[in-house]
Antibody, heavy 117, light 110 residues
Framework: EVQVVESGGGLAKPGGSLRLSCAASGFSFSTYSMTWVRQAPGKGLEWLSSITSNSAFIYYADSVKGRFTVSRDNAKNSLYLQMNSLRVEDTAVYYC??????????WGQGTLVTVSS | QFVLTQPPSVSAAPGQKVTISCSGSSSNIEKNYVSWYQQLPGTAPKLLIYDNDKRPSGVPDRFSGSKSGTSATLGITGLQTGDEADYYCGTWDTSLSGVVFGGGTKLTVL
């Protein structure tokens, strides 16, 4: 069974940092692109970043470019999102997800990030 | 605000059919496959349709997808109260080099 499980969410102050982790299982992690998507309270889905299977290509939304960094460790079947210079508007549920041919086919349950002073 | 445009809400009676539109442009929908996602209240999104019109294993054939030019459509027949959810379209945008989503459509089964 495919599973992706996020962790690392919590409360951060504006300007602070958090690192999200995503543990994947049930599929050959090293052969798939992975994605981070967030959803602010009561709002729609916002794509943040995608990373290809071997980290050769990494893409970011303009809203997080220069502040967030995605990485992966294929030996540990893990995906990460380093979030720096956090803003109040970064408050959201953050989803880790597996990609297949442009579709996000498996989503984690999400981890809540709250940015507040 | 959202690159893909969806109606904010649609509604229909149980047993009826509903369609949800998703409008984009030549840099996204026209060039790339469209996916649809269902988000039931309080849960994570779930893939409903991929590659414009394909259903993952376990998704009932009451759900269908189509694409024409710069627009895509999700169809749901035989509506059930359990179909009440938010539905999102998504695709890759070649110009932005990123995934784009629609703003979501809230389905109410009256």
């Amino acid at each position: 069974e495919v599973q992706v499980v996020e962790s690392g969410g919590g409360l951060a102050k504006p300007g602070g940092s958090l690192r999200l982790s995503c543990a994947a299982s049930g599929f050959s992690f090293s052969t798939y692109s992975m994605t981070w998507v967030r959803q602010a309270p009561g709002k729609g889905l916002e794509w943040l970043s995608s990373i290809t299977s071997n980290s050769a290509f990494i893409y970011y939304a303009d809203s997080v470019k220069g502040r967030f960094t995605v990485s992966r460790d294929n030996a540990k079947n893990s995906l990460y999102l380093q979030m720096n210079s956090l803003r109040v508007e970064d408050t959201a549920v953050y989803y880790c997800a597996k990609e297949t041919s442009g579709s996000v086919d498996y989503w984690g349950q999400g981890t809540l990030v709250t940015v507040s002073s | 605000q959202f690159v893909l445009t969806q109606p904010p809400s649609v509604s229909a009676a149980p047993g009826q059919k509903v369609t949800i539109s998703c409008s984009g442009s030549s840099s996204n929908i026209e060039k790339n496959y469209v996916s649809w996602y269902q988000q039931l209240p309080g849960t994570a999104p779930k893939l409903l349709i991929y590659d414009n019109d394909k259903r993952p294993s376990g998704v009932p054939d009451r759900f269908s997808g189509s694409k024409s030019g710069t627009s895509a459509t999700l169809g749901i027949t035989g509506l059930q109260t359990g179909d009440e959810a938010d539905y999102y379209c998504g695709t890759w945008d070649t110009s932005l080099s990123g995934v784009v989503f629609g703003g979501g459509t809230k389905l109410t089964v009256l």
